[in-house]
């Protein structure tokens, strides 16, 4: 069965940084995702220009149907960019992965870009300048493009269009699919709470969230207990906490999920590859545990390298870890 994604399409500029610096100019938090104008956009790419940077196409929905047709999974994605050589490439790269384009071009607007600033130890601040992604054509949402799809996945990063976002939901719960929300950023909650809270009360089945989302969506910052209060709201919740792994509730069922070692370089996209990963195994099927693994694997082998564009190589490896889940062998602790 097929996932379909909604959300920002954007391309990625990852630039490593030495220190919280240029963080502390800017007035931002270590680990947030911001909003900036054009103009903005271009004084920050004159600032980091002296910096080692890569280009990848991105976008936390983009990431996610990426990373699930990598691992096998029938995708597609809703987004917009602009008539430009960024929006060119970004779908150019999408469709090299086997991910169904479903993605609008606006005639005058710029396509969106993020500036992703990576710490030493792998951490990102995210500067986004959206451009066409705000455009993005809901068209898409008829049911004649949710036919045969079984997941529909959308970016907390949509909760500044609200006219998109809920629209978006409802469609897909109407066409009877699970309906999946990733938090995106506890920025974005922060400043969008009382939405949030609407959404996932009457529409979200399954949903994503790391420590900071979890304890911004709820009253509390201990993982456990923001899980066990957002549980009680929808059918499945996923709470993400970094190294110490990963909660997951559904029902009277729980499941702590390790990691595998791994060597930071860039968190970037890990908690998209995550879900990209659950939900290729939960569309197979998969028990919870088996699901938790998947995304256990795939976003620890994520964060060695920059970006969430994964190389072949990465692929290559996880793959072997992929079978040994799929045929039953618990391989996280």
């Known amino acids: 069965m097929a996932i379909i ?8 500029i990852l630039v490593q940084i030495p220190d919280e610096t240029i963080l502390h100019d800017l007035g931002v938090e270590r680990g947030g995702m911001y909003l ?63 991910v169904e384009s479903l993605v609008g071009v606006s005639e005058g607007t710029p396509s969106g870009k993020c500036i992703s ?17 705000l455009e993005v054509d809901t068209r898409h949402l008829a049911s004649r493009y949710l036919q045969g799809r079984e997941v529909f996945f959308v970016e907390g990063y949509l909760l500044n269009s609200p006219d998109v976002i809920e629209p978006a939901m409802r469609a897909a719960r109407e066409a009877g699919l699970l309906v999946a929300l990733d938090a995106a950023s506890f920025t974005v909650i922060r400043e969008f709470r009382q939405f949030a809270d609407r959404l996932i009360d009457r529409y979200v089945d399954l949903l994503f ?7 911004a969506l709820t009253d509390t910052d201990v993982p456990k207990q923001a899980l066990e209060q957002l549980a009680g709201r929808c059918g499945t919740v996923v709470v993400k906490v970094g190294p110490e792994g990963s909660w997951i509730a559904r029902g009277s069922e729980r499941c702590r999920i390790g990691i595998i070692e791994a060597h930071p370089v860039d968190k970037t996209g890990a908690g998209d590859l995550y879900a990209a990963a659950f939900l290729h195994g939960w569309t197979r099927g998969l028990s919870l545990r088996q699901c938790g693994e998947l995304g256990a694997v795939v976003s620890s082998k994520s964060i060695e390298v920059i970006g969430a564009d994964l190389p072949a190589e990465t692929w290559a490896g996880i ?15």
Request: net charge neutral; aromatic share 4%.
């Open 209 to 215: 969230a790391n420590e900071d989302e979890a304890a």
């Open 36 to 98: 900036i104008d054009n103009k903005q956009h271009h004084r920050l790419m004159e600032r980091i220009a002296s910096l080692p940077r890569k280009l990848a196409a991105g976008g936390s929905a983009a990431n996610m149907v990426a990373g699930a047709a990598m691992l096998g999974s029938r995708s597609a994605f809703i987004g917009h960019v602009g008539r430009d050589a960024t929006g060119e490439a970004f779908c150019r790269c999408q469709q090299a992965k086997g």
């Open 5 to 12: 994604g909604m959300g920002n399409a954007l391309t990625d």
């Open 319 to 333: 793959r072997p870890w992929v079978e040994r889940i799929e045929a039953g062998e618990r391989v996280v602790g």
């Open 117 to 133: 600033l990576i710490l030493p130890d792998g951490e990102r601040t995210m500067l986004t300048y959206l451009g066409a992604a």
